[in-house]
Nanobody, 125 residues
């Protein structure tokens, strides 16, 4: 059984930074495509970033491109989301996801089989 546990969320002022972590247990991230999504109150789940199984390919949603960076530490079996220049519109619950079926990342949440419980990010103006 795969478990994903996010951490690192919190309250930050606009323009600030946060780093989210997602630790996996049960299986290794090096065998999965991984992604970050977010969901704000009353809105649909939004794609943030995705990484291929190899880690060579990473892409981002348009709203975070240039501000967020996704990375992976295989030794720690953890993926990260470095978030800079945060805006109030970035306020949401952030979820990490993994797919052991896919080799490439995907922007579609239906392509992922395992999800963390989410971590709240609140950006004040």
């Amino acid at each position: 059984q795969v478990q994903l546990v996010e951490s690192g969320g919190g309250l930050v002022q606009a323009g600030g930074s946060l780093r989210l972590s997602c630790a996996a247990s049960g299986r290794t991230f090096s065998n999965s495509a991984a992604a970050w999504f977010r969901q704000a109150p009353g809105k649909a789940r939004e794609f943030v970033a995705a990484m291929s199984r190899s880690g060579d390919s990473i892409y981002y949603g348009d709203s975070v491109k240039g501000r967020f960076t996704m990375s992976r530490d295989t030794a720690k079996n953890t993926v990260y989301l470095e978030m800079n220049s945060l805006k109030p519109d970035d306020t949401a619950i952030y979820y990490c996801a993994a797919s052991y079926r896919r080799s490439d990342g995907s922007q579609y949440h239906a392509d992922y089989d395992y999800w963390g419980q989410g971590t709240q990010v609140t950006v004040s103006s």
